[in-house]
């Protein structure tokens, strides 16, 4: 599901984006969900990493504007593609100041859209940002590009990544729910893997550096 959310304190403006995400579901057969904002303070408030694929945020908004907002949201979430929407063309280059994927000028136009949301949506699932509470109650962030393998034993399953292990009490299958759309793949009844960590492939097995992961007949 692409989850787009909508800063935006004109309700034309949202509508028509609301409407643009609407005919890119269609075409592209896969489930687009909106949420409108209408200020920033709104957006802010109790906002997770990795609750959306990409936010479209006006400039010129009542309270805080746009670019106040972002800085926010920079702070709570470094990977959400964030493009702006405003007829303020002047405030282009300022978006980069708070790393914004993409600038869109009203009026909108749904070329221009359906381009820079594919963009996005790619850009996002590269970067998907898995949330895990550990028993401890504490809280961990991993970015789905990051993590080399999965791994399920005993019950518990480890996210391998390029930086470290994350140990996970959950079943195999919700963890290959979370990385939908991300790319990974399922190699056997224990494992997920990353292709882009793929160093060599055998005919019953593949290497990731120097760990050998099973392929099943039925996977293979």
Known sequence: ???????????????????????????????VETRW?????????????????????????????????????????????????????????????????????????????????????TYSRKNTVIKLTGEDGMTQYIVAGEITYVESVNHYVYFHTSHGVYKKLMSLSKAEQMLEGVGFLRSDVSFLVNPAYVTSLGKDSLMIGEQKIPISRNRK
């Open 37 to 121: 904002f209408t200020d920033g303070m709104a957006f802010i408030d109790g906002y997770e990493a990795g609750e959306y694929t990409v936010v479209f945020m006006d400039i010129d908004m009542p309270h805080i504007n746009g670019i106040e907002t972002a800085r926010e949201l920079r702070k709570r979430d470094e990977f959400v593609p964030l493009i702006f929407v405003s007829i303020m063309v002047q405030y282009a280059i300022e978006g980069y100041s708070v790393d914004a994927m993409d600038f869109l000028v009203k009026p909108i136009q749904y070329l221009k859209f359906s381009m820079k949301l594919d963009k996005a949506v």
């Open 1 to 31: 599901m692409i989850k787009i959310a909508i800063v935006e304190d004109e309700e034309e403006s949202f509508l028509r984006l609301k409407e643009f995400a609407e005919r890119y579901e269609k075409e592209r057969g896969e489930k």
